[in-house]
């Protein structure tokens, strides 16, 4: 059975940061390329961060320098490191495994950026 689950959102103050794990079992992890995506209300979901794989990483514009996704195959774990947090980085951020054409989604997790 296929299970991506989301962890490490919370409530943070601008500047703060947040580390969100993404830990994955029923696939063969290595092989996946993964991804960060998020989606504030009322907007579409965006791809935040991903990483193929092989190592290569591509981020949105929005959180150039101020984020950084990498993965651990040997715990199927993806991470995203959030730094220099802004109001507008909240949203519910999802994990997505990416084969081909397969993808599969986790739950998701709240990251809330207030003062």
């Known amino acids: 059975q296929v299970q991506i689950v989301e962890s490490g959102g919370g409530l943070v103050q601008p500047g703060g940061s947040l580390r969100l794990s993404c830990a994955t079992s029923g696939i063969m992890f290595t092989r996946y390329n993964m991804g960060w995506y998020r989606q504030a209300p009322g907007r579409q979901r965006e791809l935040v961060a991903s990483i193929t794989s092989g190592g290569s990483t591509n981020f949105a514009d929005s959180v150039k320098d101020r984020f950084a996704i990498s993965r651990d195959n040997a715990k199927n774990t993806v991470f995203l490191q959030m730094s220099s947090l802004k109001f507008e980085d909240t949203a519910v951020y999802y994990c997505?495994?990416?084969?081909?054409?397969?993808?599969?989604w986790g739950q998701g997790t709240q990251v809330t950026v207030s003062s």
């Open positions: 997505n495994a990416k084969l081909g054409l397969y993808n599969v």
